[in-house]
């Protein structure tokens, strides 16, 4: 079985390369930087170490990689696949659709076996974005054909991978835990069996339960640590004030999502309870402006902090703490993330009040408006 996947980053190398060449694939990464996808040629293995009290190291072996710029042998690759998944950065799906569109043109003229494509990023609806990037690089005949014979199934996949700072350019520490959920009923063919997947049939609560729970609590801690001028994410949480908001804003969240998905609400406690232990974990030294990266996506409509509290407005629940969580995304000056560079300009430029609802859509008659406007001024006197 062939795995092709695009991305040999933190995700790819550390989650979905290990995961299936564990499960017996013979995994080929596509990547853009030449040095990496050398070193993978060259050695053909690596490390993925696990972050906790043991540090077990995992080898990783019989893996290859591709450089994307080659569309030609990225096109010859997915004729043969049985499976292909992204871990690129939501971004890049539409950068890496024309060479998938080339491979499925090729690939159905002559290999008539169904294909599946996943792509694993942190956002809602991820294989379907990059299903209609595809498809507007497929002829009319091509399309009918891909219809047929190729899913792009939806997934949440989750498991905190740090920025790496090996010498060894291929090793790459995780965080223990992992779960990578995806929705069976887009599956086109067989469901292959994979240890370390689960297969759903409505993949939407699972989607909203990860991004509004780890990546809203993440990202609420890293954006008021980076605030307060803690440089990891273990350090901000141990200042109380960063800490109360975190849990504030995952428990407002806890209740959007037990009200509109009837999570149990014990459950959805203990899974709070462990993520929070996992943003702490001691062994992972796991920086606030990688975790707050790209705030202009963070700050989407439906994207970790605006996207629940727009919802929770829905279901009489007056999101307070995620709104600390956007004024503190608003407040994210980090001058080396291009897109907190146009934050701030636009901030400059044309005001807070037009800011917020350029980047996050929210409308000066939601309540939320004035809450946010309000957050940002008491954080600006804080520091
Ligand atoms: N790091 C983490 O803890 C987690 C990340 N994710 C998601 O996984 C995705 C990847 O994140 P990371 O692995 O952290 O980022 P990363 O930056 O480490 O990896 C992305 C990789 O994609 C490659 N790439 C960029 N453009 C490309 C192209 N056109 N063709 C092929 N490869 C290309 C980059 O060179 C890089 O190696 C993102 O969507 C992220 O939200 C999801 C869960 C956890
Ligand atoms: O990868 P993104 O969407 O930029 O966000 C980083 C977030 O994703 C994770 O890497 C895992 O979900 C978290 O560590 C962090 O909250």
Redesign the pocket.
Known sequence: MKALH???????RGFIGALLSGAGYEVCF????QE?VDEINRRREYVVEIADSGHEKIKVSGVRAIN?QDTDAVATEMLEANLVTT????H?LK??APTIAKGLTERVKTNSQPLNIIA????VGGSSILKEHVYQHLDESVRKKVDELVGFPVAA??????LQKHEDRLLVTVEPFYEWVVDQSKIVGEVPEIAGITFVQNLEPYIERKLYTVNTGHATAAYLGYHFGYETIDQALQDQYIRDVTKQAISETSRLLVAKYAFDPEQQAQYVHKIMNRFSNPHLSDEVTRIGRSPIRKLGPSDRLVGPAVQSLNYGIMPEHLCIGIAAALLFDYDKDPEAVSIQKTIKEKGLAETIHHYTKIGQDSPLFSIIMEKFDQLNHMR
Do not use: K, T
């Open positions: 695009f991305g040999a980053g933190n995700i790819g596509v990547d853009v930087v990496i994307g871990a690129v950065g939501p890049v950068l890496i694993c990023e942190n956002v996949v989750d498991r905190i991978v740090p």
